[in-house]
């Protein structure tokens, strides 16, 4: 059975269409993995890099505003009572513990709450130039549920702030047998922050000295 023959027209459709087969592979073996797709690349390259200068030009160009907001937040701190009072972290994690227990005790109604262990944290060192330094104490709390929601909000919406981190909340199996509704275990820890005198800082006369040269 012999094939029909291709009409003229059809023959140069088909002619039209290798070449134009033959042309996308010429491309792309010949030109757009060699040359193409490395200048795509490049330009990608060229424009995250302008980006990033862009962002860090805007950075340093606002570097002088954020100097003068952070010096007028430092002289705001001296007055403020956001820190825990105490200049020793030992001091202020025995604080952070009589706190725990005064809001304990200040909360009787709804049932009964009491700290059944409390301990302080041991904080890795702070550097000399750090202006704050973590204070943390481990809590131990056996409430019922009106009591504990009173006194966790005492904590973490008053002054100095807490911050309340590891919180666990569970009932003693064994005391759920003989009761039917024992108090809640709870265990967190409670941190706050204390201000870090710096290094040759020690005479009173020392911060003036600072504020003036971050006036200027």
């Known amino acids: 059975m012999k094939l029909a023959a291709m009409k003229p027209r059809d023959s140069r459709i088909a002619a039209l269409l290798l070449l134009l087969v033959a042309l ?7 030109l757009h ?16 890099l302008r980006d990033t200068q862009s962002r860090f030009a805007a950075a340093i160009a606002e570097k002088p505003q954020l100097e003068q907001r952070i010096a007028a937040l430092g002289q705001g701190q001296a007055t403020n009572n956001a820190f825990l ?4 972290p030992s001091a202020a994690a025995a604080g952070l513990m009589q706190r725990v227990v005064d809001v304990v005790g200040s909360h009787p109604e709804g049932g009964s ?6 301990m302080p944290v041991p904080n890795p060192p702070a550097s000399d130039n750090e ?4 204070v943390a104490v481990s809590i131990s709390l056996r409430c019922d549920m009106q009591p504990l929601a009173a006194v966790m909000h005492d904590l973490e919406q008053g002054t100095p702030y807490l911050f309340i981190d590891d919180l666990t909340i569970y ?6 047998q003989q009761n039917n509704a024992p108090p809640l275990e709870v265990q967190f820890t409670l941190s706050g922050y204390v ?11 020392a911060p003036a000295p600072q ?3 971050d006036n200027a």
Do not use: T
């Open 24 to 30: 996308v592979i010429a491309y792309f073996a010949l």
């Open 33 to 48: 993995w060699w040359f193409v797709s490395p200048m795509l690349d490049v330009n990608a390259q060229m424009a995250d």
């Open 85 to 88: 009072p105490e200049d020793d």
């Open 113 to 118: 709450c009491e700290v059944s262990q409390k």
């Open 131 to 134: 202006p704050y330094r973590k």
């Open 171 to 176: 009932r003693n199996p064994v005391a759920a």
């Open 195 to 205: 201000r870090q005198a710096r290094a040759g800082a020690g005479a009173p006369a």
């Open 211 to 213: 504020a003036s040269e």
